[in-house]
């Protein structure tokens, strides 16, 4: 049963677009949701997380809004950059705990 | 500088034989934890261990051992009777789960081929 899902596989967008990724979670429980960047043959760096309490946290080029209602968070780089291209896993908790990870998005960002 | 390390970055063994991968974290993290991906798939936890001296099995752990008898080192021992282990294998640590909203960082990986 896969408590946390990224619907689509991969991603292609222009540089200098926004590039929107989705993740979806079942669990009401969680309350801290992360996602990480991920190149081949290396492990994942964290690139921004969420607490319940908020509905959106900024960090330079990068945004995650929470629906908590819909069960949907989203990752938002704008503008999207060439050294964007990566695959991204969305994860959440619940207090703290071990995360659960999505099944990840490939992200190709086009010149 | 502070990081963890995971060795060796490839590592091949023959199907039968027993492997263990090494995961050192200089962070003073508290809690450890073993992850495995595999293509097509999200990270799925293994093992953990939030103290020393204790772990808790994953949604993953069977043909998997581990050990924490220090708060830097985490090996994880790849049995004979895991069935598939061929994947890349990932190590994390952070410092206080359950206290406060906190983010695991990752080693770089061990990639495991079972010949």
């Known amino acids: 049963d896969q408590q946390v899902k990224q619907n689509s596989p991969s991603l292609s967008v222009q540089e200098g677009r926004i590039s929107i990724l989705n993740c979806d979670y079942t669990n009401s429980m969680f309350d801290y949701f992360l996602w990480y960047k991920k190149y081949p043959a290396e492990g994942p760096t964290f690139l921004i997380s969420?607490?319940?309490?908020?509905d959106k946290n900024e960090d330079g080029r990068f945004t995650v809004f929470l629906n908590k209602s819909a069960k949907h968070l989203s990752l938002h780089i704008v503008p999207s950059q060439p050294g964007d291209s990566a695959v991204y896993f969305c994860?959440?908790?619940?207090?703290?705990?071990?995360?659960?990870f999505g099944q990840g998005t490939r992200l190709t960002i086009n010149p | 500088d502070g990081g963890i390390t995971q060795s060796p970055k490839y590592l091949f063994r023959k199907e039968g034989q027993n492997v263990t991968l090494s995961c050192e974290q200089n962070?003073?993290?508290?809690?450890m934890y073993w992850y495995r991906q595999d293509p097509g798939q999200g990270l799925r936890l293994i093992y953990y261990s939030q103290i020393v001296n204790d772990f808790q099995k994953g949604d993953i752990a069977e043909g998997y051992s581990v050990s924490r008898e220090k708060k830097e080192s985490f090996p994880l021992t790849v049995t004979s009777a895991q069935k598939n282990p061929t994947a890349f294998y990932l190590c994390a640590s952070n410092k206080n789960p359950g206290l406060d909203p906190d983010t695991q960082y990752f080693g770089p990986g061990t990639r495991l081929t079972v010949l």
């Open positions: 962070l003073n993290h508290d809690a």
């Open positions: 969420i607490s319940s309490i908020k």
């Open positions: 994860a959440a908790s619940v207090r703290a705990q071990k995360l659960v």
